[in-house]
Protein backbone atom coordinates (compact mmCIF):
# COMPACT_ATOMS: atom_id res chain seq x y z
CA UNK A 1 0.00 0.00 0.00
CA UNK A 2 1.35 3.54 -0.57
CA UNK A 3 1.60 5.58 2.36
CA UNK A 4 0.02 9.28 2.50
CA UNK A 5 3.43 10.63 2.83
CA UNK A 6 4.93 8.51 -0.37
CA UNK A 7 2.20 9.67 -2.58
CA UNK A 8 3.47 13.54 -3.49
CA UNK A 9 7.21 11.89 -4.25
CA UNK A 10 5.39 9.80 -6.68
CA UNK A 11 3.43 12.46 -8.01
CA UNK A 12 6.50 14.53 -8.35
CA UNK A 13 8.74 12.15 -10.34
CA UNK A 14 5.30 11.38 -12.44
CA UNK A 15 4.96 15.03 -13.05
CA UNK A 16 8.68 15.29 -13.97
CA UNK A 17 8.53 11.88 -16.05
CA UNK A 18 11.01 10.08 -14.13
CA UNK A 19 10.24 6.61 -14.48
CA UNK A 20 10.93 4.89 -10.77
CA UNK A 21 10.93 0.82 -10.10
CA UNK A 22 8.79 0.84 -6.29
CA UNK A 23 10.13 -2.17 -4.17
CA UNK A 24 7.85 -2.89 -0.67
CA UNK A 25 9.65 -4.27 2.46
CA UNK A 26 9.16 -3.70 6.83
CA UNK A 27 10.07 -0.56 8.13
CA UNK A 28 13.84 -0.27 8.28
CA UNK A 29 15.59 2.51 10.00
CA UNK A 30 19.18 2.27 8.82
CA UNK A 31 21.25 0.53 6.31
CA UNK A 32 21.97 -2.34 7.63
CA UNK A 33 18.66 -3.40 8.53
CA UNK A 34 17.80 -2.39 5.17
CA UNK A 35 20.52 -4.29 3.46
CA UNK A 36 18.78 -7.51 3.44
CA UNK A 37 15.80 -6.41 1.81
CA UNK A 38 17.72 -5.06 -0.93
CA UNK A 39 18.74 -8.55 -3.12
CA UNK A 40 16.23 -7.83 -5.53
CA UNK A 41 17.22 -4.01 -6.34
CA UNK A 42 19.66 -3.23 -8.47
CA UNK A 43 21.98 0.12 -8.71
CA UNK A 44 23.60 1.52 -5.82
CA UNK A 45 21.91 2.07 -2.92
CA UNK A 46 22.47 4.91 -0.46
CA UNK A 47 22.78 6.41 2.85
CA UNK A 48 21.20 10.04 3.64
CA UNK A 49 23.07 11.64 6.30
CA UNK A 50 20.73 15.29 7.54
CA UNK A 51 23.69 17.29 9.12
CA UNK A 52 23.75 20.44 11.09
CA UNK A 53 26.79 23.06 11.81
CA UNK A 54 27.16 24.44 15.80
CA UNK A 55 25.45 27.61 15.30
CA UNK A 56 21.82 25.10 13.30
CA UNK A 57 21.74 27.82 10.86
CA UNK A 58 22.85 25.36 8.20
CA UNK A 59 21.55 21.95 7.74
CA UNK A 60 23.24 19.08 5.12
CA UNK A 61 21.96 16.34 3.28
CA UNK A 62 24.60 14.14 2.87
CA UNK A 63 24.04 11.84 -0.21
CA UNK A 64 26.67 8.90 -0.71
CA UNK A 65 27.09 5.19 -1.55
CA UNK A 66 25.65 2.99 1.42
CA UNK A 67 29.16 0.83 1.44
CA UNK A 68 30.86 4.71 1.58
CA UNK A 69 32.65 6.11 5.12
CA UNK A 70 31.90 9.51 5.66
CA UNK A 71 34.21 11.26 7.00
CA UNK A 72 32.23 13.89 9.52
CA UNK A 73 35.59 16.00 10.37
CA UNK A 74 37.05 16.05 6.55
CA UNK A 75 33.66 17.12 5.30
CA UNK A 76 33.64 19.87 7.88
CA UNK A 77 36.29 21.34 6.67
CA UNK A 78 35.86 21.29 3.06
CA UNK A 79 32.39 22.70 3.91
CA UNK A 80 34.19 25.68 6.37
CA UNK A 81 31.72 24.74 8.81
CA UNK A 82 31.89 24.83 12.40
CA UNK A 83 31.56 21.24 13.78
CA UNK A 84 28.85 19.55 11.79
CA UNK A 85 26.75 17.01 14.06
CA UNK A 86 23.21 15.09 13.06
CA UNK A 87 20.80 16.80 13.48
CA UNK A 88 17.43 15.94 16.17
CA UNK A 89 14.13 14.12 14.71
CA UNK A 90 12.11 17.42 15.20
CA UNK A 91 14.87 19.58 12.93
CA UNK A 92 14.59 16.77 10.43
CA UNK A 93 10.77 16.84 10.43
CA UNK A 94 10.62 20.48 10.65
CA UNK A 95 13.29 21.16 7.06
CA UNK A 96 12.44 18.48 5.46
CA UNK A 97 8.99 17.07 6.65
CA UNK A 98 10.98 13.82 7.45
CA UNK A 99 10.78 11.17 10.43
CA UNK A 100 14.25 9.62 11.26
CA UNK A 101 14.75 6.32 9.75
CA UNK A 102 12.86 7.86 6.46
CA UNK A 103 15.88 10.52 5.77
CA UNK A 104 16.12 11.07 1.67
CA UNK A 105 16.59 13.27 -0.61
CA UNK A 106 12.60 13.29 -1.93
CA UNK A 107 12.43 14.60 1.99
CA UNK A 108 13.42 18.37 -0.41
CA UNK A 109 10.11 18.21 -1.76
CA UNK A 110 8.89 19.70 1.82
CA UNK A 111 11.75 22.23 2.16
CA UNK A 112 9.62 25.00 0.69
CA UNK A 113 12.66 27.53 1.74
CA UNK A 114 14.80 25.56 -0.22
CA UNK A 115 17.32 25.91 2.85
CA UNK A 116 18.78 22.76 2.74
CA UNK A 117 22.31 22.22 0.93
CA UNK A 118 23.01 19.11 -0.72
CA UNK A 119 25.89 17.26 -0.72
CA UNK A 120 26.25 14.30 -3.33
CA UNK A 121 29.22 11.56 -3.65
CA UNK A 122 30.18 12.43 -7.16
CA UNK A 123 30.02 8.62 -7.65
CA UNK A 124 26.44 8.21 -7.54
CA UNK A 125 26.09 10.31 -10.83
CA UNK A 126 27.85 7.34 -12.41
CA UNK A 127 25.84 5.06 -11.16
CA UNK A 128 23.58 2.68 -13.35
CA UNK A 129 20.58 3.01 -10.84
CA UNK A 130 20.16 4.73 -7.16
CA UNK A 131 17.71 3.26 -4.08
CA UNK A 132 15.92 5.80 -2.08
CA UNK A 133 13.09 5.84 0.52
CA UNK A 134 9.93 7.66 -0.95
CA UNK A 135 9.77 9.54 2.44
CA UNK A 136 8.76 6.64 4.27
CA UNK A 137 11.18 3.66 5.50
CA UNK A 138 8.55 0.82 3.98
CA UNK A 139 9.73 1.58 0.17
CA UNK A 140 12.37 2.00 -1.55
CA UNK A 141 12.57 3.58 -5.38
CA UNK A 142 15.08 3.01 -7.71
CA UNK A 143 15.72 5.82 -10.45
CA UNK A 144 18.39 6.40 -12.67
CA UNK A 145 20.98 8.58 -11.47
CA UNK A 146 20.16 10.66 -14.96
CA UNK A 147 16.62 11.15 -13.41
CA UNK A 148 18.16 11.98 -9.47
CA UNK A 149 20.24 14.60 -11.40
CA UNK A 150 17.13 16.06 -13.15
CA UNK A 151 15.46 15.52 -9.74
CA UNK A 152 17.93 17.61 -7.91
CA UNK A 153 17.41 20.73 -10.22
CA UNK A 154 13.55 20.50 -10.25
CA UNK A 155 14.00 20.68 -6.56
CA UNK A 156 15.95 24.20 -6.39
CA UNK A 157 18.30 23.53 -3.37
CA UNK A 158 22.19 24.06 -3.98
CA UNK A 159 23.58 21.15 -4.64
CA UNK A 160 27.49 20.24 -4.11
CA UNK A 161 29.08 17.51 -5.77
CA UNK A 162 32.06 16.04 -3.80
CA UNK A 163 34.45 13.41 -3.61
CA UNK A 164 33.76 12.15 0.14
Known sequence: AIHATEQPVLDALDRLGIPYV???HPPVATVDEAEKYWTNIHGTHCKNLFLRNKKGNHHY????????????RRLNERLGED???????????????????????????????KAVEVVVDEELFGAAGLGFHPNVNTATLEISAVDFARFLAWCGNNVMRLEL
Request: glycine residues 6%; hydrophobic residues 45%.
Open 22 to 24: RHE
Open 61 to 72: LVIAPAAKPVDL
Open 83 to 113: RLSFASPERLRRCLGLEAGSVSPFGLINDSA
